[in-house]
């Protein structure tokens, strides 16, 4: 099975404790209603999606329930780092800016 | 014949239980349950009127006279009490920020007992709870099965497990077909 580091528990978990949730580091719009549609669809709809390193949130949900940013490489499940929510994006070599 | 006015109360595992050679699946006693939300700038103050201070410690416990809180995560704990006493009256006057919703009866404790404890967790448990890394007093949200429990180590070889109580049935029959097959 495969181990996630829970930044909040400090230790690695069984994967079946943990979901997936999306595209990290995403920047919510401070005024929604005035944005074109074209730049909503941005922000709501489109996602990078790279094969590689992606920064990732995933949450704890069985566990301490608590969401984190992960970096993991989607080509060999590999889990590179994972990190606090709101704590700075790290740099990786070789990831998608 | 006396008659009640009172709604009768039937504990969701009434009158079951497994014994084996090794292990025995048991439901625990009746509860006083808290799920307590609390900042930690109010941890001060509420440890205080619960009696004892509350664990900050990933996966830690602390308990004093039958009352129980543990840590689920970073500002969450489930208080247990088997003294028989309110745990809510002594909360409501702290005035600190917090939230306590009395969960006695959403939960369900089971108690698995003997040598074949651990085995008969890991049955469903995907979690290291061997002694070393799952030491006495640990405890954690994780799954068993296909449901969501917390596992709390109350013993070098017991465990008490909670469930919701719409999942005791499942639990219980999980715990008890795997006792079946723990052997040390
Ligand atoms: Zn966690």
Redesign the pocket.
Same mark, same amino acid.
């Given at each position: 099975m495969l181990l996630i580091r !829970?930044p909040? !528990?400090e230790e690695e %978990?069984p994967e079946l404790e943990f979901r997936h949730a999306g595209e990290a580091h995403l920047v919510r719009p401070g005024n929604i209603a005035e944005m074109s549609d074209e730049d909503f669809e941005g922000f709501f709809f489109i996602r990078q999606n790279p094969k590689g390193l992606v920064y990732e949130r995933w949450r704890?949900v069985h566990? !301490?329930? %608590?969401f984190f940013n992960a970096v993991r490489d989607t080509v060999s499940d590999k889990f590179v780092t994972t990190y606090k929510a709101g704590e700075k994006k790290p740099v990786i070599k070789g990831a998608a800016e | 014949m006396a008659r009640s006015n009172e709604a009768l109360r039937r504990p969701a595992l009434e009158g079951r239980a497994a014994s084996h050679a090794w292990v025995s699946v048991t439901p625990a006693a009746p509860a006083s349950r808290l799920s307590l939300r609390t900042p930690a700038d109010s941890v001060g103050a509420v440890s205080k009127a619960l009696g004892f201070a509350l664990p900050q410690k990933?996966k830690t416990s602390a308990q004093k006279n039958g009352r129980a809180a543990l840590w689920l995560?970073p500002d969450e704990w489930l208080v247990i009490d088997e003294s028989g006493s309110e745990i809510s009256p002594a909360l409501g006057k702290v005035k600190a920020f917090h939230s306590a919703v009395d969960v006695s009866h959403r939960n369900v404790g089971i108690v698995v007992s003997g040598p074949g404890a651990e085995a008969t967790i890991a049955a469903g448990c995907p979690q290291d709870i061997l002694l070393a890394t799952f030491p006495v007093g640990a405890c954690s949200r994780t799954v068993l099965g296909k449901i969501e429990i917390v596992l709390w180590r109350t013993g070098d070889t017991t465990f008490r497990v909670e469930c919701w109580r719409s999942f005791s049935d499942y639990a219980f029959t999980f715990l008890s077909e795997a006792a079946r097959d723990a052997a040390v």
């Open positions: !829970c909040y !528990c %978990r704890h566990g !301490c329930a %608590r | 990933p995560g």
